[in-house]
């Protein structure tokens, strides 16, 4: 197998065996993004040098550790890419916008810290939405993103370079940031595995904020158990950062254990939601969601339909608090603090305008608009105050679910495969509809995983398991065995 292809797992072992050295393994990652790249356009910043530097050095370690016998770190010498939203100090760090051009961190996100100290090789940062906002990376302020099944086709957003890196094998694991389901849907539509936490599981400290009540860093990898040991990496509490919760780290790789099991999924009650099977969802879609459920019943799980009622208030409840939430959080970007500064007179204000006119894109500005119009005076009410009331009642709807008895809820990840690049350009609400089956979860804060679960039109369709608050380990546990009994996520598109 080429090197890139390995997935984490597969690397180290072979590393601790010392059957291929760091180095080999980045340069193999290297010149398959020189290969594929210029088509595929997952990468906003590559940091080719700085990554060789980074091998060398764990090439070191992994000598000493051998010598020692001593045990490594569960990333040393892996190469990782990570989205443009996470600050890393030193490297350029953009957000895919134009107002943050030339904005390079003089620190490390709490995620990139953890992925350090594990000994992760950061290869380079990949594009996205804007500021995170979009459903198909159409909307960085630099360049689109193609999918490498069909390279007309989006990889999803707003995390698809990450997701793009991963199909295309351009890396062995990736960040991405999921608001609204902007980890998931690009890994359904792009045939790998992406993984929302916990809301709080993960520090957002060093992520650049879109809406803090939402925004949570996840992974988006080849595989379930590569999923597993990189959240297990980047989880966990961070005095920084308020929101973070402070809880022990399971041990997610454990958490695997028993997939060989004749009946692995024994005494495992699976919940599907009828919303989630409603008007608007693509046949093919359906019937390879369909087909997945009939295996998760064949590996023991007892299925049962049940109903999260308030489904259909996910979406306009998430475009009014998630907009109100950017309008405050992107206020900061104002030409005068760092970033971006277009100076068309000394007028201050005429600067500030100018700045924001000119380094937000279209789709940034229309949040912005939303948002302030959704939080002014005489619409406070009547707009957000009664989005954060229909977010409990959402929320509501799985606390009831989960409290009858049910582990997991299972549905597709997304209403369609990927759609055509331009094809949604000029109708913002078809391009939201993208997210309907994935808004629910984050407005709730419960974790959730999108896994690789079969074709249509030769396009890979997403698994989407859900659980209740911080029990990430049955998630992945149904996640792991439906894998093992499968082939979907060893398939490759070929560029």
Not at 6 to 22: F, N
Not at 246 to 261: I, K, M, T, W
């Amino acid at each position: 197998m080429e090197l890139y292809r390995l997935t984490v797992h597969q690397a180290r072992a072979l590393l601790e065996k010392g059957e291929i050295s760091t180095t080999e393994l980045t340069r193999a990652v290297l010149d398959r993004i020189d290969a594929v790249d210029a088509r595929v356009k997952a990468y906003l910043t590559i940091v080719a040098d700085r990554a060789l530097d980074q091998a060398r050095d764990a090439d070191a370690q992994w000598a000493e550790h051998r010598k020692n016998g001593t045990r490594a770190p569960a990333l040393l010498g892996i190469p990782m890419a990570i989205k443009d939203e996470v600050c890393t100090r030193g490297v350029r760090t953009t957000a895919g916008s134009k107002i943050l051009n030339n904005f390079v961190p003089p620190y490390d996100a709490t995620v990139m810290e953890k992925l350090n100290a594990a000994g992760g090789i950061l290869i380079g940062k990949t594009n996205q939405d804007e500021f995170a906002m979009g459903s198909s990376t159409e909307n960085s302020r630099y360049f689109v993103t193609r999918n490498p099944w069909d390279l007309e086709r989006v990889p999803g957003g707003s995390s698809g370079g990450s997701a793009a890196a991963m199909a295309a094998d351009e890396a062995l694991c990736a960040l991405g940031t999921d608001t609204g389901g902007s980890v998931r849907q690009p890994a359904s539509f792009t045939n790998t595995v992406g993984l929302r936490p916990t809301y709080g599981r993960v520090s957002r400290y060093g992520v650049v904020a879109f809406a803090s009540s939402l925004d949570q860093v996840g992974p988006i990898t080849k595989d379930v158990r590569d999923a597993a040991t990189i959240l297990g990496v980047i989880a966990g509490h961070d005095p920084r950062e308020a929101t973070a919760a402070n809880l022990p780290v399971p041990d997610y790789e454990s958490a695997l254990a028993g997939a060989q099991l004749i009946a692995p999924l024994q005494g495992v009650r699976v919940g599907v939601p009828r919303e989630y099977f409603a008007a608007g969802l693509q046949p093919g879609v359906e019937r390879a969601v369909r087909d997945a459920i009939r295996v998760l019943e064949s590996l023991g799980a007892t299925t049962q339909e049940v109903t999260l009622p308030h489904t259909d208030y996910a979406l306009p409840t998430y475009y009014l608090l998630a907009p109100a939430e950017a309008s405050a959080n992107l206020a900061r970007y104002d030409g005068v603090k760092y970033g971006y500064r277009l100076e068309e007179s000394n007028e201050m204000w005429e600067v500030m305008r100018a700045t924001r006119g000119d380094g937000f894109g279209a789709e940034v500005k229309r949040r912005i608009m939303l948002g302030t119009y959704a939080l002014s005076t005489g619409y406070y009410d009547a707009y957000y105050l009664k989005a954060q009331k229909v977010r409990t009642l959402i929320k509501q709807d799985f606390d009831r679910v989960f409290a009858a008895g049910v582990d997991v809820i299972v549905g597709p990840t997304s209403p369609s495969v990927a759609f055509k690049i331009g094809e949604r350009v000029d109708d913002p609400l078809q391009m939201y509809l993208a997210d309907v089956f994935t808004l629910s979860q984050a407005l709730a804060g419960i974790p959730t995983i999108s896994i690789p679960c079969g074709f249509d039109q030769g396009l890979p369709v997403g698994l989407q398991i859900i659980a209740r608050a911080f029990d990430e380990e049955r998630m992945l546990r149904v996640a792991y065995a439906y894998e093992q009994a499968t082939e979907w996520h060893t398939r490759k598109p070929s560029l």
